[in-house]
């Protein structure tokens, strides 16, 4: 089965940094695109940003742009998304999603079908 495991997420104060990792098991991230999502209370999920399978496209949204990086290191399975400058909008839930139909092209549609998901990491950040 595979899966995505998560981790990363913490309370962090306004303006502060954390990194997510989303790393593969039973099979090899190499050449999946890799798109992240968050979700906060009583919100639609929102895509936040995506990398393509080679590491050389990377999409963002208006509202994390600038701040946040998406990245990937193969050799370790993993995905990671660096986010700087925090905002308590930022508080959510994030998850990382693969599939191996799902191309980067723009800003992950929050409604696509993907075949793994991570189960999520807490993000929280206070003021």
Not at 16 to 22: N, T
Not at 90 to 104: I, L, M
């Amino acid at each position: 089965q595979v899966q995505l495991v998560q981790s990363g997420g913490a309370l962090v104060q306004s303006g502060g940094s954390l990194r997510l990792s989303c790393a593969a098991s039973r099979f090899t991230l190499n050449y999946h695109h890799i798109a992240w999502f968050r979700q906060a209370p009583r919100k639609e999920r929102e895509g936040v940003a995506c990398i393509s399978g080679t590491g050389t496209t990377t999409h963002y949204a208006d509202s994390v742009k600038g701040r946040f990086t998406v990245s990937r290191d193969d050799a370790k399975n993993t995905g990671y998304l660096q986010m700087n400058s925090l905002k308590t909008e930022d508080t959510a839930v994030y998850y990382c999603a693969t599939d191996t139909d799902y191309h980067c092209s723009g800003t992950p549609n929050p409604w696509a079908v993907f075949d793994s998901w991570g189960q999520g990491t807490q993000v929280t950040v206070s003021s």
